[in-house]
């Protein structure tokens, strides 16, 4: 009877132990859960937050690409306009009794189209303003040279140069103008003047859109 007791004593004894350490062994589990949930909220915040920056990024991204198309859209509207030409291979044009419009045969540039070369005349595609250059050389000697820039029945420009046999003479000048559509420009040798280009492309006419308005 009391052997019994004392053995009872000691299994509550031992089973009161394993309690214990099963109770202090679950706290820290316990614990540790706590711990990882923490760490988890932690993780899915960060991520969360990353994931916001990158939706900005690629809103960012999106309009910015968007900006570039636009650019590029606008670009090639933009008219393009820019030609170069040359006189003549033929040596001396002139003199002639009156003012003739001096048609500049050899196309170096002609983007747009705007120039013809079969008339000579300059034909603006848009309103803007541009910028033109005209040199002129003579080479035959005691004669003048010169000629007249016009916009449409308007003379703008004049310059003329006297040859007195000595060489050549040469001359130049430029002038921008504000141009509306199908204005034309043209350039006019001076009667009883002459001029004088061949394939060393001495007499040049030139001319830009420098931009449109
Ligand atoms: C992420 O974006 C959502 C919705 O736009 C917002 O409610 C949340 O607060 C943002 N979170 C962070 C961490 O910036
Ligand atoms: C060219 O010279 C002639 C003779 O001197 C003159 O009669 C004529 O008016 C001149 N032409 C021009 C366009 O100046
Ligand atoms: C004149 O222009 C033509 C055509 O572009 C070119 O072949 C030639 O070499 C030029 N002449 C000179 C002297 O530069």
Redesign the pocket.
Known sequence: MRRAAVFLALLLCLLWTGAQALEAKMSSSEKEVEELQRENTDLL?RV??S??KS?ALEARLSSSEKEVEELQRENADRPQVAFSTGLTDAGSVGPFKTDITLKFSKVFTNIGQAYSPTTGIFTAPVRGVYYFRINAWEDSGQTWTGVELFHNDQRKMRFNDYNDGGGYVSASNVILLQLEKGDVVYIVLIGNYSIYDDSYNRTIFSGFLLYAL
């Open positions: 915040a969360t937050a994931e916001n939706t």
